[in-house]
Nanobody, 125 residues
C-alpha cells in the first residue's frame, strides 16, 4: 500500500483546511486509516483514526469537535477536515494505514503498517 498525503498549507488561526490521503495498492480500501502529526521538536502524536467500515472512529482530545475524518473507498482516499485551526495545530501531518485483520483501528502508531510522506500545516496567529 502506498499513501500520498496532500492539502497542507498556511492558514490563519480560526481557518480551515482539508487534507487528503490517497492510497494505492491491492486491498488498500480494506485498511483502517489514521492521521498523526509531528510538531517541530516534538514526538509524533495521534490525531484521528477510522476503521475499514467507519464503525469505529477515534479523535485525540485536542482536536475533538474541530477535526473530522472521513473516507471514500470508491477513490481509496481518506480526508481530514480541520476547522477552527489553532497555532498549536501547526505540524507535519502524516497519514497511515493498518490492517487490523480487516476490522478495528488504533490510536498507536506502531500498529500501523504503511505511512505517507507527510504534509505541512502551518497556522499563524
Amino acid at each position: 500500500v502506498q499513501l500520498q498525503a496532500s492539502g497542507g498549507g498556511l492558514v490563519q488561526a480560526g481557518g480551515s483546511l482539508r487534507l487528503s490521503c490517497a492510497a494505492s495498492g491491492r486491498a488498500s480500501s480494506q485498511y483502517a486509516r489514521a492521521w498523526f502529526r509531528q510538531a517541530a521538536g516534538k514526538q509524533r502524536e495521534f490525531v484521528t483514526s477510522i476503521s475499514r467500515h467507519d464503525d469505529s472512529i477515534y479523535y485525540a482530545d485536542a482536536v475533538k469537535g474541530r477535526f473530522t475524518i472521513s473516507r471514500d473507498d470508491a477513490v481509496n482516499t481518506v480526508y481530514l477536515q480541520m476547522n477552527s485551526l489553532k497555532p498549536e495545530d501547526t505540524a507535519v501531518y502524516y497519514c497511515a494505514a493498518g490492517w487490523f485483520n480487516g476490522y478495528g483501528n488504533s490510536r498507536y502508531e506502531k500498529e500501523y503498517d504503511y505511512w505517507g510522506q507527510g504534509t505541512q500545516v502551518t497556522v499563524s496567529s
